[in-house]
């Protein structure tokens, strides 16, 4: 029963991280970011979605990635809602708000994130899978 309560109380940690994660992306804030990550993290993007590809550590994920699929759209925000709890593996399903240019109507991206928790316990970084064709494109 002990090792039980033990490993589940693992588990929620691992699950909190993720949460927290999130949460520090919504903020932008990237000294919670920075610490949540591994030291290389990974960012595993689907094929088809816009700017898909492997990204590897932060200058690639933070540098590359994000801006590059920022300056695609007016504005897009990711709204994570519901959190799978796997111990080292957290699948968190939700959607992207997307908005192609100032004035149009957003658009739902549903998307599946499957993040990887490292033996120190901190996020190796994410799978990515999300609807691409639902993602608008100005």
């Not at 909190?16 to 030291?39: H, M």
């Not at 979605?49 to 990635?65: C, N, S, T």
């Not at 809602?81 to 399903?93: A, K, R, S, Y």
């Amino acid at each position: 029963m002990g090792r039980e309560r033990k490993l589940f109380a693992l588990d929620a940690a691992q699950f909190r991280k993720v949460k927290a994660l999130c949460l520090a992306f919504k903020a932008k804030d990237e000294k919670s970011i920075r610490n949540l990550l591994a030291e290389e993290p990974v960012w595993d993007v689907s094929p088809g979605f816009p700017e898909g590809a492997v990204y590897r550590g932060l200058a690639e994920i933070l540098g590359r990635f994000y801006p590059r699929l920022r300056a695609r759209v007016h504005s897009l925000d990711a709204s994570p809602e519901n959190f799978v709890d796997g111990g080292d593996t957290v699948v968190v399903l939700g959607h992207y708000l997307v908005t192609a240019k100032k004035g149009d109507t957003p658009r739902q991206v549903r998307f599946a994130h499957v993040w990887g928790i490292n033996e120190d316990g901190r996020i190796g970084g994410v799978w990515q899978v999300a609807d691409s064709a639902q993602f608008p494109v100005p």
